[in-house]
């Protein structure tokens, strides 16, 4: 296959080249099928379908390859089975709005990505496997429970992956593996018909991408009620002077990954924007309340399912003793759970009083080693705590339904990526991006491996 360059290297670059001529549909198909069998080792992917997928729609990325997260709204012919030996034959009958828009937007969907048990974990270990491997640092977890989606990119299968996240699970994958995560506003991407609301609203579906530019553009195909309505409020102005909070004294956080925060402030700062401290504590609370809400929600949402008639006894220990826990929950328990997230959303809003955007950390530390995040075990509170340790400011994005966007800013002396979280009201994604596109413009961060595997 012609090597095209740079303008190969994201999921636009690749559909303009389809688009010119310069390669066939079917040839990026058959170079992402070679990639993903080349590197068959890093468990990326659990499933590649047999034969390739029909001819792309006309869109504007129109005929590029795509992998599915195996978990999420379903995409018709992908088997998902949520990383479980519970849900090994569910196999989707029909597509999802959100599968009918990467389709129309030209995406050909060819396999899917792995996932711990029902994105139980920040890795993506499955006892069903395969091991999903960083491909920065194959000891290494490329995070959860989006990592097989965030492995595929990074490895340069294909440009950019379905992912959901209902805890952090694009960001923390997208910031392991140097990517772009952005975790939606709630109600900005279409739950149904069949993927509704059984996560409470925490959860969001949308892409782990390489590219800024491929965010932007891949979220008017995304986004709306299906029947036209915004469900998203209307965004916030983007122009300068914005009033950027910068999170300060953040404990247990690797002085690298912290020192990296008041670096992006500063070309905020250059780019004509107000910086203003927000010390840690003002998180706090927020921060408690979403993770005691998060554990409920998750816990609930199994029992649930398990309710249904599922065989829990072919699920992992981890997963057996979160539904014991949500059978066992009182209403009253439940409820606290909403009315938390909705206290939370309240205080995060108040803070939005006094800043625009907030910038955060998103990781405590490099990516951990595989094996951090067992399942093997019933201690679901020290499991929960574990996650929380290490992105201690993730699952509040979700409990208050805000956007987060995390994004490489530079690299370590081990090479691995320095990621940033910055976080935006209710409805502000594009904001979001825009802010995401001025660090981006920095090139401070160099993707090591490139689209198919190619030379750089």
């Not at 709630?186 to 739950?191: D, L, Q, V």
């Not at 469900?231 to 247990?252: H, K, S, Y």
Request: with cysteine; net charge negative; charged share 15%.
């Amino acid at each position: 296959m012609k090597d095209t360059g740079h303008d190969m290297e994201d999921a636009l670059g690749l559909a303009k080249d389809i688009a010119n001529g310069s390669l066939s549909a079917d040839d990026a198909m058959r170079a992402a099928r070679s990639r993903a069998d080349a590197v068959q080792d890093l468990g990326a992917t659990c499933w590649i379908a047999p034969d390739d997928p029909a001819p792309a729609n006309d869109g504007p990325f129109a005929g590029v390859p795509l992998l599915v997260k195996d978990l999420g709204g379903p995409f018709a012919g992908i088997p998902m089975h949520a990383g479980s030996a519970a849900l090994a034959r569910m196999k989707g009958a029909a597509d999802s709005d959100l599968a009918a828009r990467f389709r129309a937007a030209g995406f050909r969907p060819f396999g899917a990505t792995t996932v711990p048990e029902f994105g139980l974990a920040l890795s993506s270990e499955p006892a069903t496997g395969p091991i999903c491997r960083n491909p920065l640092n194959p000891d290494l977890s490329a995070g959860g429970s989006s990592g097989g989606s965030a492995a595929a990119v990074a490895a340069g299968i294909v440009p950019l992956a379905h992912a959901t996240d209902a805890g952090g699970s694009i960001r923390v994958p997208a910031a392991c593996c140097g990517l772009i995560g952005l975790k939606p506003s709630r109600g900005a991407i279409p739950g149904g018909p069949g993927f509704g609301n059984h996560l409470g609203g925490i959860a969001s579906e949308f892409a782990i991408t390489r590219t800024i530019r491929d965010a932007q553009a891949l979220w008017p195909c995304l986004t709306g009620n299906p029947r036209g309505l915004s469900l998203a409020p209307v965004q916030r102005p983007t122009e300068a002077p914005l009033t950027i909070g910068l999170l300060t004294a953040a404990e247990n956080i690797t002085p690298d990954r912290a020192e990296i925060l008041p670096e992006a402030a500063r070309v905020y700062e250059t780019a004509g924007h107000r910086i203003v401290e927000i010390p840690a504590s003002d998180l706090a609370k927020i921060r408690e309340i979403s993770a005691r809400a998060f554990g409920r929600i998750i816990a609930a949402n199994l029992a649930t399912l398990f309710r249904n008639g599922l065989d829990a006894s072919l699920t992992e220990p981890l997963t057996q003793a979160f539904i014991e826990q949500g059978l066992s929950m009182k209403a009253t328990d439940l409820w606290s759970a909403t009315e938390a997230g909705a206290t939370a959303a309240y205080q995060l809003w108040t803070l939005f009083d006094r800043v625009d955007i907030l910038l955060t950390p998103i990781l405590s530390s490099v990516p951990l080693p595989l094996g951090s995040f067992p399942m093997d075990h019933d201690d679901t509170a020290a499991h929960l705590g574990r996650m929380d340790d290490f992105a201690p400011y993730a699952a509040l994005a979700n409990i208050t339904g805000a956007p987060a966007l995390t994004m490489p800013f530079g690299s370590d002396a081990n090479g691995l990526p320095l990621p940033i979280q910055l976080i935006a009201p209710l409805g502000g994604d594009l904001q979001l991006l825009s802010l995401g596109a001025t660090l981006e413009a920095e090139n401070r961060w160099q993707h090591p491996i490139p689209l198919f595997g190619n030379p750089a």
